[in-house]
């Protein structure tokens, strides 16, 4: 698996992505009526794939498909993190997370906040974010309870930065 970001063209299978983690996974957690309002299969894809090219997400790429996606936005908010149902439970989300650690870090982002649903909540207190408020947002008339979590960076040494001329950490990630 590889991690690369964003390319024109990924957002019907970033689609599929989504609706697999939300209707294979979070519906663990949430009734069929919010799972239903939350990733409809309808879903105009116009505005979807507007969504994706704003948010630029990373991407996981497994041999021949996307396994997962997640982004993280200037001010630190991770507004997407999914992981498609069949690549479940096999460090994928947590590939991920680290990805987005390390940008963040060499963005001099100091903290990462994200409003996680009950599903992912478990993973993201295992990165050490915490819990700062319980939300109810309302999505195409449902109400899906999440919570916005948040966790403070510590800035990396600078001996971990690249230098002008020199690879940086990320560099490793084939566009
Ligand atoms: C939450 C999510 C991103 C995790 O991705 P993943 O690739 O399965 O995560 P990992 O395999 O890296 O899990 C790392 C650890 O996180 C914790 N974890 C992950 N999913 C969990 C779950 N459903 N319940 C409890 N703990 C969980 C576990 O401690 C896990 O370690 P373990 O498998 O050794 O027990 C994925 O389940 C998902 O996409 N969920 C549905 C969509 C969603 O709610 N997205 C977030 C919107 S904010």
Not at 28 to 51: C, F, H, M, S, V
């Amino acid at each position: 698996m590889q991690i690369r970001p964003f390319r024109p063209g990924d957002e019907p299978a970033l689609f599929a992505v989504f609706h697999s983690a939300v209707h294979g996974l979070a519906s663990t957690n949430y009734t069929p009526e919010q799972i239903q309002a939350w990733a409809p299969q309808d879903l105009d894809r116009n505005i979807w794939g507007k969504r994706m090219q704003d948010i630029q997400p990373f991407v996981v790429e497994a041999s021949d498909e996307i396994a997962a996606y997640a982004d993280v936005q200037p001010s630190g908010y991770i507004d997407h993190f999914f992981v498609a149902a069949a690549y479940a439970r096999r460090g994928v989300g947590s590939m991920l997370m680290a990805h987005i650690h390390i940008v963040a870090r060499e963005q001099d982002i100091p903290a990462l906040t994200s409003d996680v649903s009950r599903t992912a909540q478990p993973f993201f207190e295992k990165f050490d974010f915490v819990i700062v408020e319980q939300r109810l947002p309302v999505i195409r008339g449902v109400p899906i309870p999440n919570a916005l979590m948040r966790k403070e960076l510590t800035p990396l040494p600078s001996i971990e930065r690249a230098s002008p001329g020199k690879p940086g950490i990320t560099s490793h990630v084939k566009r």
